[in-house]
């Protein structure tokens, strides 16, 4: 909820990666909204975590970009063989789950996806990344696509998943999608990403580019994973609170109560319009 009279901003825990554009914090509040969003997410999906028609091996590996909390990563790992070697990669380490709760075939570091490790070429089977909206410029997106496809062995699939490129509701949701536009435009990013994602994977070298939609429903009137939805996506678009001060608000907010408030009025807007919702896009394509 909004601040209260008695209540004042309080700046949160940033990424502390040299030159990352990444929006959202990193701090225990992000990891609980992570762990929450797979949740809701894999219910959604129906408990698939992998989309592409991949054959993985007992020597096969698998990367997951954007790791963040490692939920998609652990989750994955406790369906496959023990074999199988998983790897994730974040351009912080704060997030990580304890090393003492990951079995010896997880792999975690620090790396940016634009620059993954040289001796890496053609090494997985399957590379994953999951809500990096707020976190690639145009030009990045461009070069993580060709990161991803050097990675890969032949045959392997990249599977990319984004929400967009619209938030159905009301007048108080698409305004605050507007000033998103507008704060990621400012820095190059591109906050309906989820049109152009395939052509980006075409133009890397990918075939067999396909795509799958989802729905999040939003708000009280979808029931429980309707409150989820409304919860982790309002949660992340909070989390834009401190870069959207430092930039000065773009014209949309003086102070961090406004930001506040207008969340808390889109939040409301979600509970009382049925019909309420955003979009899951799932991406994937095959190295030949």
Request: aromatic residues 10%; hydrophobic residues 35%; contains cysteine.
């Amino acid at each position: 909820m909004s601040l209260t009279s008695t209540q004042t901003a309080v700046e949160r825990t940033a990424h502390s990666h040299s030159g990352s554009f990444y929006l959202l914090p990193s701090d225990e509040e992000e990891r609980q909204r992570l762990l929450e969003q797979h949740q809701l997410y894999t219910r959604l999906c129906s408990g698939r975590l992998i989309s592409p028609p991949v054959t993985l091996s007992e020597k096969d590996e698998i990367l997951d970009i954007g790791t963040g909390a490692g939920a998609w990563l652990c989750d994955v790992r406790s369906q496959l063989p023990e074999s199988i070697q998983t790897y994730g990669v974040d351009i912080e380490s704060r997030l990580f789950p304890s090393y003492s709760a990951l079995s010896a075939n997880v792999h975690l570091s620090v790396c940016s996806a634009t620059s993954l490790p040289r001796y890496w070429d053609s090494k997985f089977a399957l590379v994953h990344q999951r809500l990096l909206i707020c976190g690639y410029t145009r030009e990045q997106w461009i070069q993580v696509a060709k990161e991803i496809y050097r990675v890969l062995a032949p045959g392997g699939y990249a599977q990319l998943i984004e929400t967009g490129p619209e938030w159905v509701s009301g007048p108080k949701t698409a305004t605050h999608s507007l000033f998103i536009d507008d704060l990621l435009g400012k820095k190059g990013m591109l906050w309906r990403c989820g049109v152009y994602v395939a052509d980006i994977l075409k133009s890397a070298g990918f075939v067999d580019v396909k795509s799958e939609d989802v729905i999040i429903k939003l708000g009280k009137w979808a029931g429980p994973d309707g409150v989820l939805g409304r919860d982790v996506t309002i949660g992340a678009w909070r989390g834009m609170r401190d870069a959207t001060m430092r930039a000065g608000g773009l014209g949309y907010f003086s102070t961090a109560e406004e930001f506040d408030k207008a969340l808390d009025e889109t939040e409301e807007e979600w509970d009382s319009i049925e019909g309420s919702y955003a979009m899951l896009k799932i991406f994937y394509g095959r190295k030949p």
